[in-house]
């Protein structure tokens, strides 16, 4: 399929002349500051909050850029995923005219997002073992669709999905397909970054606050060709990632072998809690998992879930998610909030 990058880009944002800051217009070296109307007499903080951060995030690119093997210029740091998912409706999607494409049960923001830009969502549901239908959403593809959003590995189902489903779709859509690898750290199945080069068209979305810890700071990762990037830059408000996320985000980029045996310690426990899960009457699937989480399948769902947080052990219902009837997400926790949860289930009346 033929990928014309300007044809997907609202009028509007072509025509768009961005906000410059005054960190944007000044890059260079200087002693004295006196273009942004900050408080030259710094903060009552310790560090110097009274200046603002830098609007592209560069020491935070080049970190991820050395770990990711990409260029720096290929990196999009949003508030949170949320925020890359925003962006990419209001570049691409023109509202009440355009629409995209999910594949349910899957992460809620693609089609919250969605409505709230006034973008029409189309829903193809996975099928056999939480599978893409590959069939099934090119089927759906009109002149109008823009967006086709993929999580792999999947929230709440937690499996990848197979490699080649997601290369056919690639290779057959002409908009922009966004593959959320929000739970690759935790998969066995490689990134789709290092294809970027391959697929014009591609948007991977990664966080940083999954695997790396840092959920509260907000640093969603986008990675796509240096196109794109300029439109999201060129979109975003000035300012999106505070001083603090970003200097924080860089001081943890730089502990990878700690995540690393954090990661391990997951996968074991997940393999542990598994089993344990397992030896219950009353849980009926527990299905493949490729992330910190997993899905299962239990007699009466409403009925666990209240339990275990009467006992102060708190797990997500999925029931009201297409194919997951009675199903329970449950996140990996320390050894020792595994266990309770398991002491707790223990004593469960069925």
Known sequence: MQFDLQKLVRDNIQKLTPYSSARHEFTGKASVFLDANENAYGSPLPDRFNRYPDPLQWQLKFQ?????????????VGNGSDEVIDLAYRIFCTPAVDNVIVCPPTYGMYEVSGNINDVAVKKVNLINHFQLNVEGILAAVDDNTKLIFICSPNNPTANNMR?????????????????????INFSKQKT????????????????????WGLAALRLGLCYASMDIIELFNKVKPPYNINDASQQLGVAALKN??????WINDVVKQKEWLIKEMGNFTFVKTIYPSDANFFLMKVNDAAKVYTYLSDNEVVVRNRSKEPGCDNCLRVTIGTPEENQQLIQVLKNYNQ
């Open 192 to 211: 789709f970054i290092q294809e970027l080069t391959e697929y014009p068209n591609l948007i991977v979305m990664q966080t940083l606050s999954k695997a």
């Open 256 to 261: 990878i072998d700690l995540v690393n045996e």
């Open 163 to 183: 490699r080649e489903d997601v290369e056919v779709i690639l290779n057959n859509f002409s908009g922009i397909v966004i593959i959320d690898e929000a739970y």
């Open 64 to 76: 991820l850029a050395s770990i990711k093997g990409v260029p720096a210029e290929n990196v999009f």
